[in-house]
C-alpha cells in the first residue's frame, strides 16, 4: 500500500472535482437540503428515519429493549432512510437533523413534535424519557455517561478512519491505514481491559453504554466491519468476544439489529418497522422470496 508522492496542499482548498470512492455521489461541503421531500409519518408516538449502520442499529436496539421491558409508549414506525441514494438530504429529513445523518427521531407524543438528532443524544433522550438503561446513582450515571461519550468521540476513527481508508477510500494509503488501524486497535484493547473487570461496559447493568458501543465495536471483534477482522487480529479481544456474544443473543438486540437492514440474507432484512408483528410476517424473504 503507497500514495502518490509530490502533492502539496493548496492555500486554500475549493471542491473542483468528486472526492472519489464509494460515497463519492453524496459527499459534498455544504449543508442544507438538495431536494423537496416531506417525511411519512406513522401511527406510533415515535417516529424514526434511519438505516442499520452502526449508528442506527443503536437506537433500534434501544426502542426494541424498552419495548421488551414493558414501556409501551416506546412503539415506533421505523422509515428506510437509504443514505447512498442521497434521502438524507431530503428537506423533510434535513428539518429533523440539519446534520443530514441517521438516525433521527421525532417524538411525536406531546402537543408538539421533538426532534432528537445524533445518536447518542437519542439514546439518552429515550433513556430518561422512560426511566431506564441509564442508572440513577450519580457514580454509576457517570460511568455509563462516560462510556457513551467514549464511543460517541471514539467511533470516528474506527468508521471514518479504518472504515473508510481500508475499505472504501479509492486509493489504498499506507500512512493512513496505519494511522487508523494503531488506533483503532488502542480502542479494542481499552474496551478489552475494561470487559475483563465487569459483566458490562458500565458495570454490571446492562445500559445504554452498551447499547452504543456494541454496534460498533462488538461487530469488530466479531469480523463484521469492512472485512478487517483478520487484518486487525480481532479474536485476540476475548473479553470483547465474551461481551459481544452476550449482548448479540438477546432477542431485542436481534430484533434491533434487522430494522431498516438493507444487507445481508433476506429474513434478516426488515425494511420498515410498523408493529411488533412485522419481524414474523414483512421480512425481505416473504415480501421479495429468493430466486
Not at 421480512?283 to 422470496?289: A, N
Amino acid at each position: 500500500m503507497s500514495s502518490t508522492p509530490g502533492y502539496t496542499p493548496p492555500k486554500v482548498w475549493t471542491w473542483t472535482k468528486p472526492s472519489g470512492g464509494q460515497f463519492a455521489s453524496i459527499n459534498r461541503p455544504v449543508a442544507g437540503p438538495t431536494h423537496e421531500r416531506t417525511l411519512p409519518r406513522g401511527r406510533h408516538p415515535l417516529q424514526l428515519y434511519s438505516l442499520a449502520t452502526p449508528n442506527g442499529v443503536k437506537v433500534t436496539v434501544m426502542l426494541e429493549e424498552l419495548l421488551a421491558a414493558g414501556h409501551s409508549g416506546a412503539e415506533y414506525d421505523a422509515w428506510l432512510i437509504r443514505i447512498n441514494e442521497g434521502d438524507q438530504f431530503g428537506s423533510g429529513f434535513v428539518d429533523v437533523n440539519p446534520n443530514s445523518k441517521i438516525p433521527a427521531l421525532l417524538d411525536c407524543s406531546g402537543p408538539a413534535p421533538i426532534r432528537v438528532f445524533e445518536s447518542g443524544a437519542i439514546l439518552l433522550y429515550l433513556a430518561e424519557k422512560f426511566g431506564a438503561f441509564v442508572p440513577t446513582d450519580p457514580a454509576r450515571r457517570a460511568e455509563c455517561l462516560s462510556w457513551l461519550f467514549w464511543q460517541v468521540g471514539s467511533a470516528p476513527y474506527v468508521g471514518g478512519g479504518l472504515g473508510h481508508f481500508y475499505a472504501y477510500a479509492p486509493t489504498k494509503i499506507e500512512y493512513a491505514i496505519d494511522r487508523f488501524a494503531m488506533e483503532t486497535k488502542r480502542q479494542m484493547d481499552v474496551l478489552d481491559r475494561r470487559l475483563g473487570e465487569s459483566r458490562y461496559v458500565a458495570g454490571d447493568e446492562y445500559t445504554i453504554a452498551d447499547m452504543a458501543i456494541w454496534p460498533w465495536y462488538g461487530g469488530m471483534a466479531k469480523g463484521l466491519l469492512y472485512d478487517a477482522g483478520e487484518f486487525l487480529q480481532v479474536q485476540d479481544y476475548r473479553n470483547v468476544i465474551r461481551w459481544a456474544d452476550e449482548i448479540g443473543a438477546r432477542p431485542a438486540v436481534k430484533r434491533g439489529r434487522m430494522v431498516n437492514r438493507v444487507m445481508g440474507p433476506l429474513d434478516s432484512q426488515l425494511h420498515e418497522r410498523h408493529d411488533a408483528g412485522d419481524f414474523d410476517t414483512r421480512t425481505q424473504d416473504k415480501l421479495q422470496p429468493e430466486a
